[in-house]
């Protein structure tokens, strides 16, 4: 099928992946409520536009159809002037990868195949995905302990495009969704949580066990079909139908204070207890996060997830969470490649990493953030 939109749009969503690099999102920034364990909040809305066959069944006219639809109606909405859009189908790899680590798309979205988008907002707290599973996924993202928040701004971004849309609904069911899991509101609550002190002392799967009896589900850093990274989990409502969004709301928003009000616990068990073995752990952190020559990205996460740790004790003077969020998501391996500005294997990037890390510790602050108490 002949794509409509010209060669000028891949030059324009490359220009968009290039500003992004050298900025951070509003989710990164750790300044929301109870940020010090809880990295984000975010809310998403699954929805389909009526007359089309669902994504699954569309065949490739269909799903360039779709694209142009909603990225023509969404345009002419108030919230369209706000968005840039980025055409995932036509990025290479490594870009797709980028907006992945960002949390901007789905690992779904970056894999698929056919005419898919993404529509985003300056802050990086509104994300319009467009062909993923469904015709279009709406999603909030804030930083820190702030589901109202991210509530209100999906509700407002999600009137403003079903006054451009028509949605497929049903009276009975409500929302109609791809995954039958989503049928009804189409809303998925979710929560990354910070959890070192939990995993060190043993507690995460009796923690877990719980969240999964009340219909919680747990999942890594990337979401659904990721594993655990950095002791940092997302936990999240696993079905919609048969409640109302404030229910799921509420179940989530009064689960994540017991998680945070055990994770202080455990914190304060540590640097009670086992003082010397957790002041030791941080130590060992840091030291090789400064001297490493070669470090993977999963090492470092779980090294910077012991500092990020040890700053909020109070083991680590100086250096900033938000300095901390930030090195956790640019030194993830499409972020390091678009930061070197060249295409790394696996080895190369392991050093570069290296590098990055160590340039960054010799420079913050004239060397006296790191120094551990």
């Known amino acids: 099928m002949k794509d409509e939109r010209g060669p000028e749009r891949r030059r324009d969503s490359d220009v968009d992946i290039d500003t992004l690099t050298q900025s951070i999102g509003e989710w990164l920034r750790g300044t929301g409520p109870e940020s010090d364990i809880v990295m984000s909040s975010r809310v998403r809305l699954a929805r389909n536009v009526a007359h089309y066959p669902f994504v699954s069944r569309a065949s490739e006219q269909d799903r360039g159809e779709i694209e142009r639809y909603l990225r023509e109606r969404i345009a002419s909405s108030q919230v369209g002037s706000r968005l840039e859009y980025i055409d995932v189908g036509r990025l290479e790899e490594i870009d797709r990868q980028f907006l992945v680590e960002r949390q901007l798309i789905s690992r779904e979205h970056a894999d698929a195949q056919g005419a898919r988008s993404v529509a985003i907002d300056g802050m990086e707290q509104v994300s319009l995905m467009i062909n993923e599973e469904d015709h279009l996924r709406i999603q909030c993202m804030h930083s820190g302990l702030d589901l109202a928040g991210a509530w209100d701004q999906i509700r407002s971004v999600d009137d403003q495009i079903e006054k451009a849309v028509p949605y497929a609904y049903h009276a009975r069911l409500g929302y109609l969704t791809a995954c039958p899991t989503n049928v009804g509101t189409g809303i998925r609550v979710s929560v990354m949580l910070h959890l070192p002190a939990l995993v060190i002392t043993r507690q995460i799967d009796k923690v877990f066990r719980s969240l999964h009896k009340i219909s919680l589900a747990v999942r890594g850093l990337y979401g659904e079909g990721s594993q655990a990274m950095g002791d940092f989990y997302q936990v999240s409502n696993q079905t919609t139908l048969g409640k109302t969004e404030e229910q799921l709301l509420q179940q989530v928003g009064e689960v994540v204070p017991v998680l945070i009000e055990y994770e202080r616990r455990a914190r304060e068990f540590l640097v009670r207890e086992s003082q010397l073995n957790i002041h030791d ?93």
């Open 281 to 373: 752990q941080v130590s060992r952190a840091i030291g090789i996060l400064r001297t490493a020559q070669t470090i993977s990205a999963e090492e470092t996460m779980q090294h910077l997830s012991r500092v990020r740790m040890g700053v909020l004790l109070g083991l680590i003077g100086d250096l900033k969470i938000s300095d901390i969020n930030v090195l956790l998501v640019r030194t993830q391996p499409a972020h390091l490649q678009k930061l070197r500005g060249v295409e790394l294997d696996t080895n190369d990037r392991n050093i570069e990493r290296a590098r990055y890390l160590r340039q960054y510790f010799e420079t913050a602050d004239g060397g006296s953030s790191t120094n551990v108490n």
